[in-house]
């Protein structure tokens, strides 16, 4: 691939192998973070903060178009407890996995980063959810098994390292179709003491 004499199907060949490289590199990473999970030391996080810092830096990184990314948190003051760079970690993959599927295809993709307490629990949660076209009923029920993917260049591990991070943080991590169209991800945190209710 170094060569400056490289004939456009030799050059087309390098770029497969180097693509496929990568591909089995990402999965080696992603089975040895399974094999040696981090341990997490959660911590008390104001959503609110977190998620407008959050929302910058993913739209620098050129992931995503700057104000087509929304935040809201109700009320203002919530506070999950997590480990926040595992929450980076969950977030980013959620925000980047919606990008991929559909935001570079359709016009008008959004994403909505909303913070609130769940109904009738102490629980803070935060939904992160997109306008796209949404997962089709028969995979969603197959969306965190390891190694199931949709795409053909996804390992199938995404989701489920998120949920089991999430896992490890005392949160829990569910999928559902969002009300208007698009997808849900849901962030379950603990109660405010870090302890986890029903």
């Given at each position: 691939a170094e060569s400056s004499n490289l004939d456009e199907d030799d050059f087309r060949l390098t770029e497969i192998i180097r693509t496929h490289a990568e591909r089995v590199s990402h999965i080696s990473d992603n089975v040895l973070q399974l094999s040696r999970p981090g341990a997490s030391s959660p911590q008390?996080?104001?959503?609110?903060?977190?998620?407008?810092?959050?929302?910058?830096?993913?739209?620098?990184?050129?992931?995503y178009s700057a104000g087509h990314i929304s935040v809201s948190v109700e009320p203002a003051g919530l506070e999950a407890y997590m480990d926040p760079s595992q929450l980076h970690q969950v977030v980013w993959n959620l925000c980047q996995n919606a990008t991929c599927h559909a935001g570079r295809e359709q016009a008008g993709f959004r994403l909505?980063?909303?913070?609130?307490?769940?109904?009738?629990?102490?629980?803070?949660?935060?939904?992160?959810?997109?306008?796209?076209?949404?997962?089709?009923?028969?995979?969603?029920?197959?969306?965190?098994e390891p190694f199931?993917?949709?795409?053909?260049?996804?390992?199938?591990?995404?989701?489920?390292?998120?949920?089991?991070?999430?896992?490890?943080?005392?949160?829990?991590?569910?999928?559902?179709?969002?009300?208007?169209?698009?997808?849900?991800?849901?962030?379950?945190?603990?109660?405010?003491?870090?302890?986890?209710?029903?």
């Open positions: 008390h996080i104001h959503l609110q903060d977190w998620l407008h810092d959050f929302a910058e830096e993913f739209t620098r990184s050129g992931l909505e980063l909303k913070g609130s307490r769940r109904e009738g629990s102490r629980r803070p949660q935060l939904d992160i959810i997109d306008n796209g076209t949404g997962i089709e009923p028969d995979m969603a029920d197959k969306i965190f199931f993917t949709t795409r053909s260049n996804g390992t199938g591990l995404g989701l489920y390292i998120a949920r089991e991070i999430c896992e490890s943080n005392q949160a829990s991590l569910t999928y559902f179709a969002a009300p208007k169209g698009g997808s849900c991800f849901r962030i379950t945190f603990p109660d405010s003491e870090g302890l986890s209710v029903a």
